[in-house]
């Protein structure tokens, strides 16, 4: 079956510590997208790309990495500058960029210890 | 830019009764509109989405939603309202590369 993976579902990061959330996608999109998920506030971009070896900063990018090497992988690194990691954090891909459908993965929890 | 404002951030139903969750949105081009349905700790699952194509939308799970330019507006509806329905549902606009989402509207249905 196509769709998105996140791995880990949980993870726990301690304080100065740099940590990767895992998301691949067997649809042969083009796109691909990292929201973070806070209760109340719906979903805030954090960073795109719309195509390999190219990616953008959304809206809330400070504190967050990504590398694109491959079209099917964009993971994610939640870094030490980021000082309120706590969230839901959600992958998704489109065909293309632009206002195509977005699909999601299922989320990865992240929690500070 | 576009953004999307949800009315209300909980709605509380009798099973079998008419779902209603209002969505108002405002964007500098025709928009692109979905309504995504998410249950507790899971990814966000396409209801409906609206292209330009119709203004009256059937989506998955007995969902639809009406596009109103004149009010700004793409509520979603359902008629008849069933336990599976409890979940949180996020309104969003499009504009040339990237979602908008309101901050959700949590439903629970009463039995």
């Known amino acids: 079956d196509g769709g998105i993976t996140q791995s880990p579902k949980y993870l726990f990061r301690k304080e100065g510590q740099n940590v990767t959330l895992s998301c691949e996608q067997n649809l042969n999109h083009d796109a691909m997208y990292w929201y973070r998920q806070d209760p109340g506030q719906g979903l805030r971009l954090i960073y795109y790309s719309q195509i390999v070896n190219d990616f953008q900063k959304g809206d809330i990018a400070e504190g967050y990495s990504v590398s694109r090497e491959k079209k099917e992988s964009f993971p994610l690194t939640v870094t030490s500058a980021q000082k309120n990691p706590t969230a839901f954090y959600l992958c998704a891909s489109s065909k293309f960029r632009g206002r195509e459908t977005q699909y999601f993965g299922p989320g990865t929890r992240l929690l500070v210890l | 830019a576009q953004s999307v404002t949800q009315l209300g951030s909980h709605v509380s139903v009798s099973e079998g009764a008419l779902v209603l969750l209002r969505c108002n949105y405002s964007s500098s081009v025709p928009p692109y509109l979905f309504w995504y349905v998410q249950y507790p700790n899971q990814g966000l699952q396409l209801l409906l989405k609206?292209?330009?194509?119709?203004?009256l939308v059937k989506g998955i799970n007995g969902f639809e939603a009406e596009f109103k330019k004149s009010e700004t507006s793409f509520h979603l509806t359902k008629p008849s309202a069933h336990m599976s329905d409890a979940a949180e549902y996020f309104c969003?606009?499009?504009?040339?590369?990237?979602?908008?989402f309101g901050a959700g509207t949590t439903v629970t249905v009463r039995a």
């Open positions: 609206y292209t330009s194509a119709a203004t």
């Open positions: 969003a606009v499009s504009d040339n590369y990237k979602l908008s």
